[in-house]
């Protein structure tokens, strides 16, 4: 379990200096009423792509410090699914933060109709 615990203080070390990516805003000037047009939908799509690296750093964070607070309070129940209370087994060495088996969490993600499965399905 030590070996667990050390990655996670690490990684949760590495995403805490990591810090938020500035999300740059619209304009530069705030009195500047006009906006370039071709430059807009850029600075948009900077504006999102950076909260969507945000918020899943957070996600993450959040993940880490859950899987830190069991091992040092719950150390029998690391390890072990949330769902199945199954051993989680070798998806802890590739994700220390893991809470589900990979059974559930096959079962949590799977899409839910419509999906496409194949390229071709829409022709």
Same mark, same amino acid.
């Given at each position: 379990?030590?070996p667990f615990? =050390?990655?996670? %203080? =690490?990684?949760?070390? @590495?995403?805490?200096? &990591?810090?938020?990516?500035?999300?740059?805003?619209? /304009?530069?000037?705030?009195?500047?009423?006009?906006?370039? #047009?071709?430059? $807009?939908?850029?600075?948009?799509?900077? =504006?999102?792509? +950076?909260?969507?690296?945000?918020? @899943?750093?957070?996600?993450?964070?959040? /993940?880490?410090?859950?899987?830190? &607070?069991?091992?040092? &309070?719950?150390?029998g129940?690391?390890?072990?699914? /949330?769902?199945? @209370? @199954?051993?989680?087994?070798?998806?802890?060495?590739? $994700?220390?933060?893991? #809470?589900?088996?990979?059974?559930? &969490?096959?079962?949590?993600? =799977?899409p /839910?109709?419509? +999906?496409?499965?194949?390229? %071709? #399905?829409?022709?």
């Amino acid at each position: 379990m030590e070996p667990f615990k =050390q990655r996670l %203080l =690490q990684l949760q070390e @590495e995403l805490i200096a &990591q810090g938020d990516i500035p999300i740059e805003p619209t /304009r530069s000037d705030p009195g500047d009423m006009g906006s370039d #047009d071709d430059a $807009q939908p850029l600075t948009e799509m900077s =504006q999102v792509i +950076a909260s969507k690296r945000n918020r @899943e750093r957070a996600i993450l964070l959040a /993940r880490v410090r859950r899987a830190l &607070q069991l091992i040092l &309070q719950e150390p029998g129940q690391y390890g072990r699914c /949330r769902e199945c @209370e @199954e051993p989680i087994g070798k998806r802890l060495t590739a $994700q220390p933060w893991a #809470d589900m088996c990979l059974d559930c &969490q096959n079962e949590k993600d =799977q899409p /839910r109709g419509g +999906a496409r499965k194949h390229l %071709l #399905d829409f022709k």
